[in-house]
């Protein structure tokens, strides 16, 4: 059975961190972008107690710049807090709205299909769920404009087929296999991930408010 080599593209929330476990035994190349963002200190941290852990390779760190016309303050502040009113849902608005940036998970992944590329990595994962209400709304403005739908996945595949020199294929378990953020917390206690070592918002302090914080206050992480 050919058995692919393979990348895990990670930022330190549960989604990804749960995939460095599940994935060990084909032991994966851990891999994060740093744009620049406010979290990226804290969010090293707890992937490092992850890897080391599992012993994993050292983690790969791709160093990226947005220019300022891509931004929007948020991401790149300290003690931000986003100002959305119903994260979760707005299906007929942007997605992050507050604190868009043109492109980001597509200049993101671009940059790591290209180190795959290099170092002839043949499959690349990422973290990337949707709640049943997500799978239901999916033809929204919000997820037709998001950038780690399934839809953002298969063009991402089409794109890897031109201007690289290796065949990666990026590929989104969760998706596959319709897991919510539930079924990752589950299958994450059961392959003894601490969850506290985990950090799911994109701001620096947590802000409480935003849709991964809500969502993690939904399924009870934070509370054992
Ligand atoms: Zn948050």
Not at 111 to 140: F, M, P, Q
Not at 186 to 205: A, E, R
Request: proline fraction near 4%; charged fraction near 20%; charge should be negative.
């Amino acid at each position: 059975m050919f058995s692919p080599s393979q990348a895990l593209m990670v930022t330190g929330g549960m989604d990804s961190t749960v995939l460095l476990y599940w994935f060990k035994k084909n032991n994966p190349q851990p891999i994060i972008v740093n744009y620049g963002y406010a979290s990226f200190a804290r969010d090293v941290n707890n992937l490092n107690y992850h890897i080391d852990k599992l012993g994993l390779k050292p983690l790969v760190v791709i160093d990226i710049e947005f220019k300022d016309w891509q931004k929007q303050q948020g991401l790149f502040t300290k003690n931000y807090t986003p100002k959305e009113n119903n994260p979760l849902g707005d299906w007929n608005d942007l997605r992050y709205k507050d604190f868009f940036v043109e492109g980001r998970n597509m200049i993101m992944m671009s940059y790591v299909l290209a180190y795959c590329s290099a170092h002839k990595i043949d499959e690349l994962c990422t973290g990337y769920l949707y709640e049943e209400e997500e799978w239901c709304n999916r033809r929204t403005y919000k997820l037709m404009t998001g950038d780690n739908s399934p839809q953002f996945v298969d063009m991402m595949n089409l794109m890897s087929t031109v201007g690289f020199s290796h065949q990666v294929r990026i590929r989104a378990p969760y998706y596959e296999l319709k897991y919510s953020k539930m079924d990752v917390y589950n299958m994450g206690v059961d392959l003894g991930v601490d969850f506290s070592k985990t950090c799911s918002c994109y701001f620096d302090p947590v802000c409480g408010v935003c849709d991964n914080c809500l969502l993690r206050k939904q399924i009870g992480v934070d509370n054992g």
